[in-house]
């Protein structure tokens, strides 16, 4: 059975590049019409901008609140920021070079690109005084003409209304992406993976970012100990109360190095199976809105940091998984979903319940010397 938002969500990504009969049918989402089981990131991309569009990594030299002691030490449980992304596995460079190392390798690889989105990475990428960050931002999006947007990932306790009225600025002429490592909605969870933030934290900071002209994501993490299937399904009905324009999925993984790794070898703690896992992903995704772009299905570690699980180095295969499941299922993205009953675009504008110890290290200190700028 299709929901309410099936039968009736205009189609707000047609364009003429597409089939005739496909942009006709405004009954339907594109993604709906084009007959997928749901609303994937790269296509979306294309419809909006009429080509292939790749995202660059890039690893501007931040940390994170929850390392250099504004709210806690260790940083994540989980985290070795050189299993996430190949910037941190080499010397660091300045941003501009690394975004023309990466947009050569990528040209190599693919001859169809049409742009490219510059993806501040690893760390907290909005943790750090707000006049340098107007400086990096502006240096990425025009270090080259082919660079269509900006990507910022970020946690949802670093983001005051300075940072989000720059990135407001910036959606103008721009596609602007606020990433958050939401993670769980469940705050023994966030306490595990040492976060030092509730998901009130979450909550105030999507209350304040929506409608401002760009995107937020939301990072999720399945398979975390201790979450049972419902408790996983409570974070995907969040996404739809909260209104999240996209989200990006993770399953649980350890690598070498970090105290979820220890435990992993120790026995003390098992990770997701991965037929579960397929489950779970589409059980997720048939519970959030049809029209929320989802930017990925799992993650994975390079081989010498991965411990476990080994399924998740598959995942050109694990996404085909997914995909039959719903085949089997005969289901698609949003099939449950159950809109809440306050829409979240009439949720309140909270006040900016940023800590003061994150605030004070944005809006008040003074310039980085380790970020990597010119």
């Known amino acids: ?60 030299g931040f940390t994170c609140p929850n390392v250099d002691g504004a709210v806690t030490t260790g940083g994540c449980n989980f985290c070795d920021n050189r299993s996430f992304s190949p910037s941190r596995r080499v010397r660091l460079q300045r941003v501009a070079d690394q975004l023309s190392e990466q947009i050569g390798r990528v040209q190599k690889r693919y001859n169809d690109v049409r742009g490219y989105i510059a993806y501040f990475q690893p760390a907290t990428n909005t943790y750090a005084p707000i006049e340098q960050l107007r400086e990096i931002f502006d240096l990425a999006l025009h270090s080259d003409d082919r660079i269509v947007g900006l990507a910022v990932g970020t946690r949802p306790d670093c983001v005051p209304d300075s940072v989000l009225d720059l990135l407001q600025e910036l959606a103008v002429d721009h596609d602007v992406s606020l990433e958050f490592g939401m993670q769980t909605v469940h705050d023994e969870s966030l306490e595990w993976m040492n976060r030092a933030h509730t998901h009130a934290d979450m909550i105030n900071a999507i209350d304040r970012s929506r409608g401002r002209g760009f995107e937020c994501c939301s990072h999720i993490i399945l398979g975390v100990p201790r979450e049972d299937h419902a408790m996983m399904m409570e974070s995907a009905v969040e996404i739809g109360r909260l209104g999240f324009d996209a989200i990006k999925l993770h399953n649980l993984y350890s690598v ?48 010498n940091y991965l411990i476990e699980p080994k399924w998740c180095a598959d995942k050109q295969n694990i996404r085909r998984e997914i995909e039959a499941e719903f085949d089997r299922r005969d289901s698609r993205q949003g099939d449950h979903f159950v809109p809440p009953e306050v829409p979240p675009m009439q949720r ?27």
């Open 348 to 374: 309140p504008r909270p006040d900016d319940a940023t800590p003061e110890s994150i605030r004070n290290r944005i809006d008040t200190r003074g310039r980085l010397p380790v970020l990597k700028m010119q």
């Open 256 to 303: 070498r190095g970090t105290p979820l790794g220890e435990e992993v070898l120790a026995g003390k703690i098992q990770m997701m199976k991965r037929e579960d896992y397929v489950r779970t992903v589409v059980d997720f995704l048939e519970r959030i809105p049809p029209e929320v772009i989802v930017e990925r299905v799992s993650g994975d570690a390079p081989p």
């Open 1 to 60: 059975m299709k929901s309410p938002s099936e039968q009736s969500s205009p189609d707000r990504s047609a364009t003429p590049a597409l089939d005739s009969a496909i942009v006709l049918d405004h009954s339907r989402l594109a993604w709906q019409a084009e007959g997928a089981r749901f609303n994937a990131f790269g296509k979306s991309l294309r419809r909006r901008h009429g080509g292939r569009i790749q995202r660059v990594s890039i690893d501007a």
